[in-house]
């Protein structure tokens, strides 16, 4: 399926952390590409959000179904990440209810850097 505006996007998605001496080890990435349509935010896009992240750099992309995914505090999954020349989205949110044509609608929000 093509999506109007459809670009080709990087996907980095983690491994779940490890434990090693009592502390949290990063898991591993993996980058692989995947077609999408990158959208700025509208104003009710941000009510999506969870409180602590409505403020920051934000974006849409309309995708195939299951390509992101958000964290899952259960196994210890961390988000997946889009890569968009330099700037690097993490996944907050994803909308996969629409009835007439099958697509996931993912918000992102911007990586914010480790002072």
């Known amino acids: 399926m093509a999506f109007l505006g459809e670009i080709t996007l990087t996907r980095r998605r983690f491994d779940a952390s490890t434990l090693v001496a009592g502390r949290a080890v990063p898991g591993?990435?993996?980058?692989?590409?995947?077609?999408?349509?990158?959208?700025?935010f509208r104003g009710r896009d941000r009510q999506v959000?969870?409180?602590g992240v409505r403020a920051y750099d934000g974006r849409k992309v309309y995708c195939p179904i299951g390509t992101l995914r958000t964290a899952?505090?259960?196994?210890?999954?961390?988000?997946?990440q889009v890569l968009f020349g330099a700037i690097a989205l993490?996944?907050?949110?994803?909308?996969?209810?629409?009835?007439?044509?099958p697509h996931d609608r993912v918000y992102l929000v911007r990586v914010q850097e480790r002072q």
């Open 28 to 40: 591993a990435s993996a980058d692989s590409t995947f077609l999408g349509s990158l959208q700025p």
């Open 90 to 101: 993490t996944v907050v949110h994803v909308d996969d209810d629409h009835r007439l044509i």
């Open 49 to 51: 959000l969870p409180e």
């Open 72 to 80: 899952n505090q259960h196994d210890g999954t961390p988000a997946d």
